[in-house]
C-alpha cells in the first residue's frame, strides 16, 4: 500500500478513496483502516503501533528459527486465545485428559521482566505482557492492592499458565479477574475477551468485581 501510495503521489496511477485514507492516516499519525483491518485490536496511535508490530515481527522470526520461547509475549500473538488453547489440547493429548473437562489456571511468579526469567516452564508456559487496571499488584506478597493514586494501569509479573484438570482444580483466596485484548474490554457478543486468570487476593472478591479490575493486553 506504501508502494502505491507513492506511485499515487507520482501521479502514475490513480489517487483511491483507500490511498486518501492512507495518506491522511499517516500525515495524521494515525493507524491506516486498510491496516487495521488486518492486524490485531488496538488503540494505539502509529509511533507505538509500529514499535509494538516491529516487537511482534521479532517474536515471530525468533518462534520460527529459535523454537518456542521461554516466556511468550501474549500481547504479540493476532489471536491469544489460540494458544492457550492450543496449549491445553497438547497437554490433554500428552495425559491422556478428557478435553472437555480441562482448564486453564494461572500463577503470578515473582520474575517482574521476562528477561529475569532463566528457566523454561516444565509444565504450562511463562506468558508475559499483560497490564492490570483498577488494582494494583504487591510484589512481595503476591496478591491484588489498592490501586496507588494517579496510576491507571501496571505491568504485572511474569504469569505462568498451568493446563489441569478441572475436578483438581480448588481456588481459595482468588479472583477470577477478565483478560481483554484492549481498554474496550469486549462487546455484547463477548469479543474481546480472552480468558479469566487467577489472582490472589486477601479481600474478598467483590471488591475487585466492584473496582472493575481486569486484565488488558494492549495499552493505548
Not at 495524521?28 to 514499535?51: E, S, V
Not at 496449549?87 to 478428557?98: D, F, H, M, S, Y
Request: a positive charge; charged letters at 20%; proline letters at 5%.
Amino acid at each position: 500500500s506504501l508502494s502505491t501510495l507513492r506511485r499515487a503521489l507520482k501521479g502514475e496511477v490513480g489517487m483511491s478513496n483507500e490511498l486518501d485514507e492512507l495518506s491522511r492516516a499517516l500525515y495524521n499519525g494515525q493507524l491506516p483502516q486498510m491496516w487495521r483491518r488486518l492486524a490485531p485490536a488496538t488503540k494505539k496511535n502509529l509511533a507505538t503501533w509500529m514499535d509494538h508490530f516491529l516487537r511482534r515481527n521479532q517474536l515471530y522470526s525468533g518462534w520460527i528459527n529459535d523454537g518456542e520461547p521461554n516466556v511468550v509475549w501474549l500481547s504479540g500473538l493476532h489471536i491469544p486465545e489460540s494458544y492457550l488453547t492450543a496449549l491445553v489440547q497438547a497437554t490433554c493429548r500428552k495425559n491422556g485428559w478428557p478435553l472437555d473437562k480441562s482448564t486453564l489456571y494461572t500463577q503470578v511468579t515473582q520474575w517482574e521482566t521476562q528477561e529475569d526469567v532463566n528457566e523454561r516452564a516444565h509444565q504450562g508456559c511463562f506468558v508475559t505482557g499483560l497490564y492490570l487496571e483498577g488494582a494494583s499488584w504487591d510484589v512481595p506478597k503476591s496478591c491484588l492492592q489498592r490501586q496507588r493514586p494517579k496510576v491507571l494501569i501496571q505491568p504485572l509479573p511474569v504469569m505462568k499458565v498451568i493446563p489441569i484438570e478441572s475436578h483438581k482444580l480448588k481456588l481459595q483466596n482468588t479472583f477470577r479477574c477478565p483478560v481483554y485484548v484492549t481498554s474496550d474490554r469486549r462487546n455484547a457478543m463477548g469479543v474481546g475477551l480472552v480468558f479469566e486468570a487467577d489472582l490472589s487476593t486477601h479481600e474478598h472478591m467483590s471488591k475487585w468485581v466492584l473496582q472493575g479490575v481486569c486484565l488488558i493486553l494492549n495499552t493505548d
